[in-house]
């Protein structure tokens, strides 16, 4: 049943706003004056709390523990009813669960049901479900779809793995700059006094003391970088922009591609096995591109397929997946065998991210150690220079007075004397 929220008086004439579940508007009205409120106004509202989605690991769960009961032949409302209780199962997931067995119960498709609950569960997956319905292998899609979800967090948790050192590497180079500048570079400024230093050691110096004395305007300067990096990044404009560098730069930018081409291989080979036609799967596949540039293409793949060029010909003139995408895709069309071409595509360029994503940690690991080298080696330098000068002019000036003191001595003996 539909969520309504709704705004109505009481006999007192106190105004009360709420949310109630009714099958429609007029059973939302009766059930309103059993409690002595007159409906004003209301609108129906998704069931699901704002945003709410199943994390991908509930998702991958959810698909493969309804596939097999489903399977093993259970209904479809008990299944629900079996899941929703489960220690595992969050209290997000129990009220959609539960929700959507009392849709079925009311007679509601299973993918309709899923839909009202909102962006609780990806467009991918309602869809694969349609299908499923359609063909009655309902439990096998949502094994499928299971697999699917699997494998594509898989891929997630790689590139996740692979920022995750260069991050903690970033913050680790903050932190070793924040220390040497506020408290070993001012160790030595005492020292320095009233000495020629070199430009560089002049350039730290100065930045210690604007750290050590102005911390705020330096905390509210990166505060301001960061929110205005965040606002670009929510322009469009710019996200465009910044999502077509990223599958351009060198090195980086091949295993960008090979990561978006592997994710869109496997959501269209799952979506085009299934039954869906080319184009509808096509439009769905497109939401799962976590890239604006690439996503911007779409329409005019979809448009040339609709006028009757070849699939492999509308993907090879997108710019931003993998070049070898398009030549596989036509082997499947001449060959009769697009679905198996698709699936087996998706295996390798699955394949071929982890690999590229490994040879990408091998640059990053020892670029940032070197970069973090650098770093502090640079701090060093700016300190141990004017040092060495200093104990240079010690050393000559000790030099001169050992070689004036035997004149020292002799002047002396003459002066007793008399």
Known sequence: ????????????????RGTMMASDPEALLNELKKKD???????????TSFGAKLKPKELTDFCRQLG???EAGVSVIQSFNIIANRSSCSKVAKKVFSEISTDLKHGKALSEAMADQGKIFPELLISMVRAGEASGKIGETFLNMGTHFQKQQRIRSQVKGALAYPCVLAILLVLVIIVMFTFIIPMFGDMFTDMELPLMTKIMMGMSNFLTHYWYVALGVAAGIVVLFIFL??????????????????????????VYTASFSRTLASLYTSGLSILNAIQISRDTVNNSYLRSQFDTCIKSIRVGNALSDAIKGMDGFDSKLGDTVKVGEETGKLDAMLISTADDYEYESSAAIKSMMSIIEPLMIVILGIVVATVMVSVLVPMYSMYGNIDENTGALQALLPQMLDHIRVFLRH
């Open 233 to 258: 990044m929510r322009t469009p404009a710019t996200r465009l922009k910044l999502d077509r560098l990223a599958v351009h730069l060198p090195k980086i930018g091949n295993l960008v591609r090979i």
């Open 1 to 16: 049943m539909p969520n309504y929220k709704y705004r109505a008086t009481a006999l007192s004439g106190k105004m009360v």
């Open 68 to 70: 097999s009961l489903l």
């Open 37 to 47: 409120l007159f409906l004003l106004d209301y609108s129906q509202t998704n069931r």
